[in-house]
């Protein structure tokens, strides 16, 4: 019986779901952070459930041939990345492996995932920043949360981060020390709580969102961004609430563009501060350049984009097909994404709807399969994935191509196991099935390394009908 508190050392086994390692004690399974496969390691029990327990690393007596030294000083502390003490080359291998596992043990589905593919900037790649700001005891700090806590570690710089970062953190404790106030969470008081950023084509976008509906010393921000960025807009956004939703309703421009347009493969993009932008340029190009060859070049097929954001890859995959739907709910984002028809003079060839797959997508999907010679299919959910009623619709209408995004294996998994048959609801619950031949078969699988020195991975799929359907 293991008990919390107590040492142990113990050869870890395999990877767990989370990207930890895992050791067995006494038959239980044992989580442990930063600990990899074959490593001989010295850890304390801090949890004990049921039939699984986590052990805290405290010392790695025999390490593995993947280890490295992890170069960011608050790496083991803050929840921002957790691979970085993984070398790279096997960081891609156990991403791979991470999505083949997922798709053998939730949907029994046996499929060879091929290397994922490398980021050529393993540090830098992130274009979007989303820091806490809160008043403790210690003080005001501002950096990231510690995982699974809302303790924030402070941070002068995040070596995922592009490296305008260090600049932008200097900006924001300026303002601070301006005397505004920052969140204090346990008494729910306090103005300035986040500060979310993003750059988009050489534009800075940043947002300060706080918890009162006015603005405070906002000249004196404008002036030390102005120092670092030579082009930003900044909104005020307001957020009242206590729970863990970082924005509020209300965007308020304070400095600069409204929209900041950006131009990629020959498309300009308008993006505002709530539209979804893949978080990485390179990988996001890669992907959707791949995307584009997957659907292919058909004047008579209709192309529906679920989960379309704002409208960029509806944008791409409209120059083949006779005419691309884009679904997304978030309002802001449709309004992008119809101005980014219009500014490319694409406009006759999409139609962009607001609302949510779930409700919208079965009747489009019915309807055009009438209308057009063959339909396609984009799915680029949230890491929750599809709802049923998407994939049932799927089934139902049998587009002849469905290529799949995904940031989340185990969503993957679940979605593709129902669409090629291998899965089944018995009730409100998911059974494996015997059915070799499914409406679909995986054609292409490639996971892409969006997310460098995280246990994060990208992978693409196309499901093909079955010939003999
Ligand atoms: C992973 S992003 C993909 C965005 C876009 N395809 C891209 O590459 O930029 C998922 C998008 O789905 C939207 N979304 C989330 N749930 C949705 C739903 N039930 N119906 C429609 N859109 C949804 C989000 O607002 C977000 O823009």
């Not at 070398?87 to 290397?115: F, H, M, N, W």
């Amino acid at each position: 019986m293991l008990e919390k508190n107590a040492e142990y050392q113990v050869t870890i086994d395999n990877f767990g779901a989370n990207g930890e390692g895992v050791a067995h004690l006494d038959g239980v399974a044992v989580f442990v952070p930063y600990a990899l496969p074959a490593e001989k390691v010295k850890i304390k029990i801090v949890k004990v459930k049921s039939s699984f327990a986590f052990g805290k690393l405290l010392e790695v007596v025999v390490p593995s041939e993947s280890r490295r030294e992890a170069v960011c000083p608050v790496f083991y502390k803050c929840g921002g990345c957790n691979a970085q003490h993984i070398k790279y080359g096997e960081q891609l291998k156990i991403k791979s492996q991470t999505v083949a596992d997922c798709l053998r043990k939730i949907a029994g589905i046996d499929v060879t995932v091929p290397l994922t593919v490398p980021c050529e900037n393993e540090y830098r790649y992130r274009n979007k920043l989303q820091l806490p700001v809160r008043h403790t005891a210690k003080g005001n700090v501002i950096g990231f949360f510690r995982e699974g806590t809302h303790d924030v570690v402070p941070i002068d710089d995040c070596l995922i981060q592009k490296k305008w970062c260090f600049s932008l953190i200097q900006a924001v404790k300026l303002y601070i020390e301006s005397g505004v106030d920052c969140y204090d969470e346990e008494k729910n008081k306090g103005y300035l709580k986040h500060v979310v950023a993003r750059e988009v084509g050489g534009n800075l976008i940043v947002v300060i969102v706080v918890t009162e509906n006015k603005v405070k010393n906002i000249d004196c921000f404008i002036d030390v961004l102005k120092r670092s960025f030579p082009s930003f807009s900044l909104f005020v956004n307001y957020n009242p609430r206590g729970d863990n939703v970082v924005f509020g309703k209300e965007f308020r421009l304070v400095y600069g563009e409204e929209k900041t347009v950006v131009a990629v493969n020959g498309i300009n993009m308008p993006m505002g501060p709530e539209s979804f932008m893949q978080v990485n340029d390179e990988m996001r190009d890669a992907i959707y350049e791949r995307v584009e060859k997957l659907i292919g070049s058909n004047g008579g097929t209709a192309v529906i984009d679920a989960y379309s954001g704002a409208g960029f890859l509806t944008a791409l995959l409209a120059k083949n097909a006779a005419h691309a739907y884009g679904i997304e709910c978030v309002k802001e984002a449709v309004d992008c994404a119809d101005k980014l028809a219009s500014d490319n003079g694409v406009s006759d060839k999409i139609t962009n709807i607001c609302g949510k797959c779930e409700e919208v997508l079965p009747d489009l999907v019915k309807k055009l399969s009438r209308e057009f010679e063959s339909v396609s299919v984009v799915l680029d959910p949230p890491r929750k994935g599809c709802d049923s009623s998407v994939l049932f619709a799927l089934l139902d209408a049998k587009p002849q191509k469905i290529v799949y995004i995904s940031c989340n294996p185990s969503s993957l998994a679940r979605d593709l196991g129902i669409l090629t048959g291998k899965l089944f609801y018995y009730g409100n619950e998911l059974k494996k099935s015997q059915i070799v031949n499914g409406e679909y078969e995986i054609d292409f699988i490639q996971p892409f390394d969006m997310f460098p020195n995280t246990k994060h991975v990208e992978t693409l799929v196309l499901l093909k009908r079955r010939i003999e359907n």
